[in-house]
């Protein structure tokens, strides 16, 4: 390339934002219910989960889609909890058809948390999901089932891929449960990086830069990980806390980003470097775990940080999905 070319193409770059720059190397997801926000920053795929949703169903813009499934779930013979389960369970699906309409990918929809230990549970709740989607019209391969990262859990993705339902891991904060989770064919992983920062912090009381952030660095280690030893399992970077984590983690296979980061992106043109790639990951020196049920869990209870951010995510979506029940409750 001529001195010319090379400086009409820096320029080019240049004038990016690093949003579109972010882009041409990294998949990006939208991690929100607002529909508004996926329009505006055009990601290919979308996330969601009970406190998103909680959130989106409250605002005035969608309480028609809450009312729409009400009205529909009227004629049921289902009472009680078991109306207001059925109807949660249309809520999300009917989120996710909506969020389809806009993102040309796939929209990750979230089994119940109260499920996370119940192999079974899950694997039941998944069909539902896939199945109230069919009905809309709408086929398995555009839609992730979302399910946390226990060994029951993963167990359930084992399944379920079996079956071509494609899985979406998420509560996920270490090494032997992404491990886990590629041994298990799981189409997709999401380690949580603003909680272990969150974790760290709390713990040390000290700051820390994008580059020592213990988030950037576990989701580096499982990107290494995965590429070193051949796992087809994408990895997405979630749960960012400022956009210097999600920068540092440019190049990763997919990154899932909240409306107010991905706004930060946006706005600047600032170069974008990629510090995530294959070739990278292959010079890494780790070593292949080999895992069974016993191994997971005592690798897993070793690592404090994970063991403590799985159970608090457990109990923090369930609790969401709780008060979405309660609201879906006066509204009936």
């Known amino acids: 390339m001529s001195p010319t070319a090379q400086l009409d193409q820096t320029q080019a770059t240049q004038s990016l934002s690093q949003l579109d720059q972010l882009k041409?190397?990294?998949?990006?997801?939208?991690?929100?219910?607002?529909?508004?926000?996926?329009k505006e920053f055009a990601p290919q795929d979308a996330t969601t989960n009970p406190s998103l949703i909680l959130k989106?169903?409250?605002?005035?813009?969608?309480?028609?889609?809450?009312?729409?499934?009400?009205?529909?779930?009227?004629?049921?013979?289902?009472?009680?909890?078991?109306?207001v389960e059925q109807i949660m369970d249309d809520i999300l699906v009917s989120f996710g058809t909506e969020i389809l309409k806009i993102v040309p990918g796939r929209v990750s929809t979230e089994t119940d948390a109260s499920l996370s230990f119940d192999t079974e549970?899950?694997?039941?709740?998944?069909?539902?999901?896939?199945?109230?989607?069919?009905?809309?019209?709408?086929?398995?391969?555009?839609i992730l089932i979302k399910i946390a990262s226990t060994w029951e859990g993963i167990r359930a993705a084992e399944i379920l891929q079996k079956e071509g339902i494609n899985c979406n891991m998420t509560l996920l904060f270490?090494?032997?449960?992404?491990?886990?989770?590629?041994?298990?064919?799981?189409?997709?992983?999401?380690?949580?990086?603003?909680?272990?920062?969150?974790?760290?912090?709390?713990?040390?009381?000290?700051?820390?830069?994008?580059?020592?952030?213990?988030?950037?660095?576990?989701?580096?280690?499982?990107?290494?990980?995965?590429?070193?030893?051949?796992?087809?399992?994408?990895?997405?970077?979630?749960?960012?806390?400022?956009?210097?984590?999600?920068l540092e983690l440019a190049g990763c296979d997919l990154l899932t980003i909240s409306p107010s980061l991905l706004a930060e992106l946006k706005k600047s043109t600032a170069p974008v470097e990629r510090k995530l790639s294959p070739a990278m990951a292959k010079e890494s020196n780790l070593t292949k775990l080999e895992l069974d049920e016993k191994k997971f869990h005592w690798m897993l209870?070793?690592?404090?940080?994970?063991?403590?951010?799985?159970?608090?995510?457990?109990?923090?979506?369930?609790?969401?999905?709780?008060?979405?029940?309660?609201?879906?409750?006066?509204?009936?």
Not at 24 to 38: P, Q
Not at 184 to 211: C, E, Q
């Open 174 to 246: 270490s090494l032997v449960q992404a491990a886990a989770c590629a041994e298990a064919n799981a189409r997709l992983i999401s380690p949580f990086v603003g909680r272990i920062l969150d974790w760290y912090k709390a713990k040390t009381g000290k700051d820390y830069t994008p580059a020592e952030d213990p988030g950037v660095q576990s989701v580096r280690e499982i990107y290494a990980y995965y590429k070193k030893f051949g796992y087809q399992t994408e990895v997405m970077g979630a749960s960012f806390r400022n956009v210097g984590e999600i």
């Open 24 to 38: 041409k190397f990294t998949k990006v997801v939208a991690d929100t219910g607002d529909f508004d926000s996926i």
């Open 301 to 332: 209870n070793e690592d404090a940080m994970a063991t403590e951010k799985t159970a608090e995510g457990i109990r923090l979506f369930n609790a969401d999905a709780i008060k979405l029940e309660k609201y879906i409750a006066e509204r009936l």
């Open 121 to 142: 549970g899950l694997v039941n709740k998944a069909h539902r999901f896939i199945s109230l989607y069919q009905k809309k019209g709408i086929g398995k391969e555009r």
């Open 56 to 83: 989106a169903a409250q605002m005035p813009a969608y309480k028609h889609i809450l009312d729409e499934v009400i009205a529909a779930n009227k004629s049921s013979n289902l009472t009680g909890k078991a109306l």
